[in-house]
């Protein structure tokens, strides 16, 4: 039966590109709890006044299942590895790194990184 073939594969597609591409109610998407980012992230949870308005406005980029901790902590001395989800806020216009594990030695790290295309452009984050 080809036309069932078909729907599955067209169902696993549209699942896959939900998964990796929508942060929605239900997708996983951006961690939960706000205290698990820095200050930058509280406000933008703060401003859009509910959880899933938050986890909207953050569009998940990338996972990377093992990444350098010495890339974060700078100690290019600690060999561990943690897990990395990168994020985009529409909101604040910044890049987001949060480490899904943590570093025995130097715990969870959350990075910012300023879009360049809206720094240049002249607005404000």
């Known amino acids: 039966?080809?036309?069932?073939?078909t729907?599955?594969?067209?169902?696993?597609?549209?699942?896959?590109?939900?998964?990796?591409?929508?942060?929605?109610?239900?997708?996983?998407?951006?961690?939960?709890?706000?205290?698990l980012y820095t200050d930058r992230c509280q406000k933008c949870w703060v401003a859009a006044g509910s959880r899933p308005a938050f986890i909207n406005?953050?569009?998940?980029l990338s996972t990377l299942p093992s990444f350098p901790c010495s890339a974060f902590s700078h100690v290019y001395t600690c060999f561990e590895t943690v897990g990395l989800q990168g994020y985009y806020c529409g909101r604040c216009h910044h890049y987001v790194n949060?480490?899904?594990?943590?570093?025995?030695n130097h715990g969870q790290f959350t990075q910012y990184i300023p879009d360049p295309q809206w720094t240049e452009q002249g607005g404000t984050a």
Request: aromatic share 6%; charged share 15%.
């Open 1 to 5: 039966m080809p036309g069932l073939r």
């Open 7 to 35: 729907i599955a594969r067209s169902t696993f597609v549209c699942a896959l590109l939900l998964k990796t591409f929508l942060v929605a109610v239900g997708i996983p998407g951006a961690l939960y709890d706000p205290d």
């Open 57 to 60: 406005t953050m569009q998940k």
């Open 98 to 104: 949060v480490s899904l594990r943590v570093c025995p």
